[in-house]
């Protein structure tokens, strides 16, 4: 199966900051990772696809990049709403999807 | 829009099947674009993909759980199912259905919390 290994597994951060998360795979997995947003009692949310791609209605801080092992979720400008735990998720082996362990944004 | 909603007992005994229905509104589970999956959740932990299945009845496990795991779709009522065998406490968790569109989950349940106890 292919790993995914997130970093940090927690961050804080105050309103209007720019956050930065990074997911690594275990193998390369071209541009095909997506990304999570998990509210406390609530659950995933996806944001991102592709790697970059916006989900419709998801705010245009939130930005993905990044391909092969290495990727990137941006939120430019935090806000209060972002205050929650994200996570990477691998679609390159459609038959077992795997996510990282989370990273959890808190209030600094 | 697009709604899915998980029923089944929220409580379990050690040893035997955990039986979790998700029923679909809002599409069709026949649509030969998606299949419908399974996550969980352990409390306080990350996700976990237990498998997925098309309306065909093609299905696909996570191979640690493959052997205990089966499930069926009832195109009639627009519903799939999961049934975990053999449920130990680490199978205490909150599982959550979702529609698997290209290997991401663009829709998901409001999930079950499902305690494996005697």
């Known amino acids: 199966d292919i790993q995914m290994t997130q970093s940090p597994s927690s961050l804080s951060a105050s309103i209007g900051d720019r956050v930065t998360i990074t997911c690594r795979a275990s193998q390369s997995i071209s541009t095909f990772l997506n990304w999570y947003q998990q509210k406390p009692g609530k659950a995933p949310k996806l944001l991102i696809y592709?790697?970059?791609s916006l989900l419709s209605g998801v705010p245009s801080r939130f930005s993905g990049s990044g391909s092969g092992t290495d990727f990137t979720l941006t939120i430019n400008s935090l806000q209060p709403e972002d205050f929650a735990t994200y996570y990477c998720?691998?679609?390159?082996?459609?038959?077992?999807?795997?996510f990282g362990g989370g990273t959890k944004v808190e209030v600094k | 829009q697009l709604q899915i909603q998980e029923s089944g007992p929220g409580l379990v005994k050690p040893s035997e099947t955990l039986s979790l229905r998700c029923t679909v509104f809002g599409d069709s589970i026949s649509s030969t674009r998606n299949s419908w999956g399974w996550i969980r959740q352990s409390p306080g932990k990350g996700l976990e993909w237990i498998g997925g299945i098309f309306h065909t009845g093609t299905a696909y496990y996570n191979p640690s759980l493959k052997s205990r795991v089966t499930t069926s779709v009832d195109m009639s009522k627009n519903q799939f199912s999961l049934k975990l065998s053999a449920v130990t406490a680490a199978d205490t968790a909150m599982y959550y259905c979702a529609r698997v569109r290209n290997a991401d989950f663009d829709y998901w349940g409001q999930g079950t919390l499902v305690t494996v106890s005697s």
């Open positions: 592709g790697g970059s």
């Open positions: 998720q691998q679609s390159y082996n459609t038959r077992f999807p795997t």
